[in-house]
């Protein structure tokens, strides 16, 4: 019979074993949180792995999902069915172990789970409703509903403001049955939380009204399970405070936990990183970003930049080096980060607010409200724009385009390439701009001499790159060079490109040049297709009065899953390949 500590290690084995060969990954907290999970899936936690969807099972969240080859692990360790070869698929397309847990991928997963914090969220409806079934089934006679709900969290999931919520009604409440392990090691994606989240986390749940346990040591097996069956008789919500160490049992992770939360390419044996120098290649677009907005806050002083917490995810640590009074990580809190961006606006400064765009979702409301209908000058950097690869159907940047689209008073830029980008950059920061949305993808650019002399760009126009007579080829953003490249194979057709550079305000003047001459037209942007560029086409098309056949290219209507950015564009039907299909077709 394996000992626990074994049994722990075997969990770690697992997730640093699928993370390396995936190429992607985040093993910190999977290691850090191992012995946690040992001591409650094997000790206190009553399921069937048999039975996944049994009625009366306990409830398992885990709201840092990121930590997905945890869960993974755990579920293969104790019986689930899922597969070595589905922990050896991790993060590859098609595979059953997604990036972060998708809770209609993988059986035992009950909740989908990618950006921090909504996982506590959700199990408080979890443990609400097991409440309302009990009180509605159960008998003095027969006792039908009787389960628990527990759910993992870390520090970065008590930073985003849903948390507070959840939490403080979950106490009115009185929820008995919820239990939540606080993984606490101080540690969140860019490094210690003492910059940004400093409360007493304790002092914090007892206001809420819940009972708080702890600290415990979060590596001490045997106290946890002991804990664990004692928290089971202790009324109310309860909250087991676990003081971790990131990265445990991997020495190299233990060590350096920032670049351990997402280390890329690695050597499990010698802890290694390998990093891929090849020579004269283009630069991530999020370096460009950083080195941009240090080069314009160096000739404009009213510039600033605000990332929640996503310095070094979004490169703005290249300015926070030189410029460290003039950046602001305020910690995962991306409606803060807006707000307070509107803030600063309206006092004159120009605030460059870099988050990813799936997790701009959440601050949809304050765009609205707090920046575009007071026509303030934040300029949203909209990193990892468009499909963003093997973190999944969580992360995608799939909706910014189309949801920026019907905001009233923005601008929405998205740059072909690292020279666009630039220019869009010093446009937006140069006065009375208002609001200015720049997104841009995942990934390296094109350019190697990229470091061009600023120009400003004309609102709302676009250029015609290629000239043509047949077909006429709309494309927003890099991924406009998926048709460039499908444009040199093609032979036989005449086939003209036009970068629109502006989604809104749309170059009507280059739409209506478009129209005279072209009955085939192609839009192609990395965005959801309901909305977006080609819906703009469709719309002027309609509103003007023109007769054209259109084929919208982008991310469809559905959920895109995992895989590499090149699968997915070609799943999707707009890689190099697909559109060159489609020109052939159309």
């Known amino acids: 019979m394996p000992t626990r500590r074994q049994c722990a290690n075997a969990i ?52 840092n999902g990121h930590a997905s080859m945890l869960l993974y692990a755990v579920l293969h360790l104790t019986g689930y069915d899922l597969s070595m070869d589905d922990i050896r698929n991790f993060r590859q397309l098609g595979s059953r172990t997604p990036g972060h847990p998708e809770c209609d991928v993988t059986p035992g997963v009950e909740m989908t789970t990618g950006p921090l914090g909504q996982g506590i969220s959700s199990a408080v ?16 006679e027969h006792t039908v509903i009787d389960h628990h709900t527990y759910v993992f ?3 970065g999931c008590l930073m985003e403001g849903v948390s507070h919520e959840a939490c403080s009604l979950a106490g009115v409440w009185g929820l008995g049955k919820l239990i939540a392990l606080y993984d606490s090691n101080g540690i969140s994606i860019d490094g210690k939380i003492d910059g940004w989240f400093t409360e007493d986390v304790a002092a914090r749940y007892k206001a809420y009204g819940w009972q708080v346990i702890g600290p415990v040591d979060g590596h001490d097996v045997n106290h946890l399970i002991k ?125 460059f607010c870099n988050i990813y765009s799936s997790f ?13 209908l007071q026509k303030l000058n934040v300029v949203f950097c909209l990193d990892r724009g468009g499909l963003v690869g093997a973190d999944g159907a969580t992360h995608h940047g799939a909706f910014d385009l189309a949801s920026f689209r019907c905001i009233p008073n923005m601008t929405i830029a998205s740059p072909l390439n690292e020279e666009e980008l630039r ?14 949305s720049i997104r841009f993808p995942r990934g390296n650019g094109t350019m190697v001499d990229w470091r061009t002399p600023f120009k400003e760009l ?23 060079n998926e048709a460039l490249k499908a444009i040199q194979k093609t032979t036989d057709r ?27 037209i192609i839009t192609l942007e990395d965005g959801t297709i309901v909305g977006g560029l080609g819906s703009a086409v469709l719309e002027f098309m309609a509103d003007h009065g023109y007769s054209a056949k259109i084929v919208r290219l982008g991310i469809p209507d559905h959920f895109v899953e995992h895989g590499t950015q090149q699968q997915l564009y070609h799943e999707c039907g707009y890689d190099c390949e697909s559109i060159y299909q489609t020109i052939c077709s159309i």
């Open 125 to 140: 409806g979890m443990a609400l409703a097991e409440k309302m079934l009990a009180t509605r089934f159960n008998t003095p």
């Open 494 to 520: 005449s086939v003209a490109f036009y970068d629109m550079r502006f989604l809104k305000p749309l170059d009507e003047e280059l739409l209506h040049e478009v129209f005279h001459k072209f009955k085939k």
């Open 360 to 372: 701009m979702q959440r601050a949809y409301d304050q765009v609205i409200h707090d920046v575009a």
């Open 227 to 351: 804990v664990l069956r004692d928290l089971k008789d202790i009324k109310g919500p309860k909250l087991l405070h676990c003081i971790t160490v990131k990265g445990k049992g991997f020495k190299q992770a233990e060590i350096d936990q920032t670049t351990w939360h997402a280390p890329g390419k690695f050597n499990k044996e010698t802890g290694e990183l390998i990093k891929e120098n090849k020579p004269n290649t283009p630069p991530k677009f999020q370096d460009v970003f950083g080195n941009t907005i240090l080069e314009l806050a160096h000739t404009n002083s009213k510039i600033v930049g605000i990332t929640p917490a996503m310095p070094s995810g979004c490169s703005l640590n290249i300015m926070m080096k030189e410029m460290p009074d003039r950046c602001f990580d305020v910690g995962i809190a991306e409606q803060h980060a807006v707000t307070f961006s509107a803030g600063l606006a309206a006092q004159g400064y120009v605030p």
């Open 153 to 155: 969290l870390g520090d």
């Open 12 to 63: 770690r084995a697992l997730a640093i074993d699928a993370i390396e060969k995936s190429r992607s990954g985040h093993p910190g907290a999977p290691l850090g949180m191992a012995d946690m999970a040992e001591a409650l899936w094997r000790h206190g936690f009553k399921h069937n792995p048999a039975n996944p969807g049994w009625m009366d099972r306990d409830r398992f969240v885990l709201s």
């Open 458 to 480: 004309t609102i709302g126009k676009g250029r015609c790159l290629i000239e043509g007579n047949d077909i006429a080829i709309l494309s927003i953003g890099a991924i406009g």
């Open 423 to 436: 220019d869009m950059m010093y446009t937006a920061q140069l006065p009375d701009q208002g609001p200015f």
